[in-house]
């Protein structure tokens, strides 16, 4: 059985940097963001190589081991994504993780209702085809799922096909408030989309009890990065090249899709605060009507701080 590493969080929670470190490990393949929900024009999209995604020679060499699978890739869509959007089928399948009753119905409907059946069982197998693939033409076995989304990682350990760590990437909800400010001024909506994930996150750790999950903080993975990679590589029974993933690596794997920064790869691992320059007092104190005791679940303070991990 495959190992798969995923790291489940919000947007904006720092995963695209600890994607790109981990993708130095000689035995660990990732292509970022398998789902691939993240691009907005695939025919102007640069993949992390810095060639243009359909120009990118690894991606022609996936697609076509998976065009002698039976696997047509589309870069429009790509099909790895358990959807919402759609049919009836999609939209259950692709629903967020809510409370174990409604789990209990959703798993009844995608083995009992044919359609929900198919649709799952297709993009499940679509999923292991293109991962396989993957980890072939990188020839690394284990792979890497930065999705982030709670929905996609139920299901592909729902599947049976993978021996699978995940790692709960957290960050303050402030420093991801205000990311999302940078884009969209309406605090209101920012604070709830936050708080919405935050929730979803901990419902999948109900729903899914046996799944191996481990918390990492962003804040003390960019304090100490040798600790913090050395803690999630014995997490996922690797062995501890974390020396090798913080430099250049000749097996880094290139060719990630995702946030913008993973086109910075020679970038430093720093931590840096900016939420209190973007943040204004109306929408700290938001936050803090809302946010406070979520925040709190993972040590962070109202005064900024954050509990020793
Ligand atoms: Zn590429």
Same mark, same amino acid.
């Given at each position: 059985m495959r190992k798969l590493i995923y790291i489940m969080g919000c947007a904006h929670c720092g995963s695209t940097l600890l994607t790109r470190v981990l993708a130095? /490990?000689?035995?660990i393949a990732t292509v970022g963001e %398998?789902?691939?929900? &993240?691009?907005? !024009?695939y025919r102007n999209y640069q993949c992390g190589c810095g060639a243009e995604l359909l120009e990118c020679s690894f991606w022609k060499q996936v697609a076509h081991a998976c065009a002698e699978e039976g696997v047509e890739l589309d870069f429009?869509?790509?099909?790895t994504h358990y959807r919402t959007n759609g049919c009836l089928a999609g939209r259950i399948v692709g629903a967020q993780v809510r409370g174990s009753g409604l789990e209990s119905l959703r798993n009844a409907a995608c083995t009992l209702w044919p359609p929900a059946a198919r649709a799952l069982a297709r993009i499940n197998q679509r999923n292991k085809i293109v991962i396989d693939k993957i980890c072939e033409v990188l020839r690394k076995p284990v792979f890497l799922d930065d999705s982030k989304d709670p929905t996609r990682l139920m299901h592909l350990y729902r599947s049976g096909h993978y021996d699978i760590r995940a790692i709960y990437l957290v960050r303050d909800g402030r420093a991801i408030i205000a990311s999302h400010k940078k884009r969209n001024p309406d605090m209101r909506a920012n604070i709830r989309v936050w708080e919405m994930k935050i929730r979803e996150c901990e419902r999948l750790r109900k729903v899914l009890p046996n799944l191996q999950l481990m918390e990492v903080r962003y804040e003390d993975f960019c304090r100490d990065p040798r600790r913090g990679l050395a803690e999630i590589l014995t997490f996922a029974g690797l062995d501890d090249q974390s020396e090798r993933c913080l430099g250049p690596s000749? /097996?880094?794997? =290139? /060719?990630v899709i995702g946030h913008?920064?993973? %086109? =910075? &790869? !020679?970038s430093p691992i720093e931590l840096r605060t900016e939420w209190p320059a973007l943040l204004t007092a109306q929408d700290l104190a938001s936050f803090e009507r809302c946010g406070r005791e979520l925040n709190a679940l993972y040590g962070y303070e109202p005064d900024g701080t954050a509990t020793a991990s």
């Open positions: 130095r /490990h000689s035995r %398998l789902k691939m929900s &993240a691009i907005p !024009d429009g869509n790509f099909g000749g /097996h880094e794997s =290139q /060719h913008n920064s993973r %086109l =910075q &790869a !020679d």
